[in-house]
């Protein structure tokens, strides 16, 4: 297999030099290119209007920031099928809308001409999008939503040509549990007992982190107490903290999205003084984490967001800033600018866009190392990733995955990668 570096260009040229680009929201952008032949259109469906305009406003510019860099390290235009062709970009807008979605996918397909569909957010337009879009025989590339129910789709029908971007929630949870171990074996915890307890929210998502959570745990010898259930809104966990002192439980591991019901649950665990570690996964989703819950959230790890913790990462974030005048979002930025640039040297690398057949078989087999991710494809289901076709996790830069950062006071301290590490982990006082 063959590894990519991607390279960036501070000095990448303008939009305005050859970049051929459609916007089907505001009636264009960019100029038309002199090349060989006609450009490829490339549908990029994100949700451009509505709840969640911000996540598209961040993946319109970073394909726009993806494709001056490709120009300038001389990757397009892309030499495919015996000629050059630049990229054309349509914006299919879901508007956050399972039904706005399908709709989006079926006019960029079938009125505007799309060869390529990329980038997709939610995870119900997701589920809505795959039949339709893989009906229509269509190479989706690097499609976001993470829900499981997408990856048994791509199981049940064989789908070979729908790339999934983001790994099932359930092989990144367990990834908790290999830091953990990665603590223990460095003598920096040891646990009263090796007896755990895990609640999740009622959704698909928190069903599948602590079934992750749950099996790594059993694989690494420990015994998994009890495994809860809570609502989203929930804010009285008493209860349940009370019934894991008592079981004497050393690992208590949460996920949770609504933000009362998690800063409520940390408050509660830590006037519990059950003490043990906390894997908190969802605190990296709350801008004001520290302030719904003070020092009761100190020793707890999370694992829950990208964060700009590499060299690169915070040249490519400074430069992103600059260029588009906001703070970029390492995942609805970061993520799709690593895959635009992938699927340029994918598309280099195969010569073509009109055999099928060999481009994917070319992105299945294309392993590359972007700015923010190790991104390689599983053939088959189980190699990290729960569906063939799913990107795979992994260890940090090695595959799909999150530094952890443990709290301290208002301090999100990364304490993995080890290499890139601000702190120590620090084991809780009891």
Not at 69 to 87: M, N, Q, S
Not at 147 to 175: D, H
């Amino acid at each position: 297999m063959r590894i990519l570096r991607n390279s960036i260009h501070a000095g990448a040229v303008s939009v305005a030099t050859g970049l051929l680009a459609l916007d089907v929201l505001s009636g264009g952008w960019g100029t038309a290119s002199a090349v060989a032949g006609d450009a490829i259109k490339i549908g990029v469906l994100a949700p451009f209007t509505g709840p969640a305009a911000r996540t598209g406003e961040q993946f319109k510019d970073a394909y726009k920031m993806a494709l001056d860099d490709a120009r300038a390290a001389g990757e397009l235009p892309v030499k495919v099928d015996g000629t050059e062709r630049d990229i054309e970009l349509v914006w299919a807008d879901s508007e956050s809308s399972p039904e706005k979605g399908v709709k989006a996918v079926q006019r960029a397909i079938q009125r505007d001409g799309i060869e390529i569909l990329a980038g997709g957010w939610h995870s119900s337009v997701g589920l809505a999008v795959i039949d339709v879009a893989m009906a229509e025989d269509i190479i989706a590339w690097a499609i976001l939503p993470a829900t499981v129910g997408i990856s048994n789709k791509i199981i049940e029908n064989n789908y070979t040509r729908w790339f999934k971007g983001w790994p099932t929630v359930a092989p990144m949870a367990a990834l908790y549990v290999d830091r953990i171990k990665d603590f223990m074996d460095k003598g920096l915890w040891s646990p009263r007992t090796k007896k755990a307890a895990l609640v999740s929210e009622d959704t698909d998502w928190g069903h599948d982190w602590s079934s992750g959570v749950k099996g790594a745990l059993e694989d690494l010898g420990w015994e998994v107490f009890s495994v809860d259930v809570v609502k989203l809104d929930e804010t009285a966990h008493g209860a349940l903290l009370t019934k894991y002192k008592a079981a004497d439980v050393s690992l208590v591991g949460f996920t949770i999205s609504g933000a009362a019901a998690a800063s409520s649950f940390v408050k509660q665990h830590y006037n519990s003084e059950i003490g043990g570690v906390l894997l908190a996964d969802g605190p990296g989703w709350f801008p004001n984490w520290y302030e719904m819950t003070g020092d009761a959230t100190n020793y707890a790890l999370t694992m829950d967001s990208p964060r700009a913790i590499t060299p690169e990462q915070k040249e490519w974030s400074a430069r992103y800033a600059e260029k588009f005048g906001y703070e970029p979002s390492a995942a609805p930025a970061g993520l799709i600018y690593d895959y635009a640039r992938m699927l340029i040297k994918g598309m280099n690398q195969a010569g073509t866009v009109s055999d099928k057949n060999k481009l994917s078989d070319t992105l299945l087999n294309l392993e590359y190392l972007g700015i923010w991710q190790y991104y390689a494809f599983a053939k088959t289901a189980g190699d990290k990733a729960v569906a063939h076709h799913e990107v795979k996790a992994g260890a940090f830069m090695k595959g799909f995955s999150f530094p952890m950062v443990q709290h301290m006071g208002s301090e999100a301290r990364v304490v993995y990668p080890f290499e890139h590490a601000v702190s120590e982990f620090v084991a809780p006082p009891k």
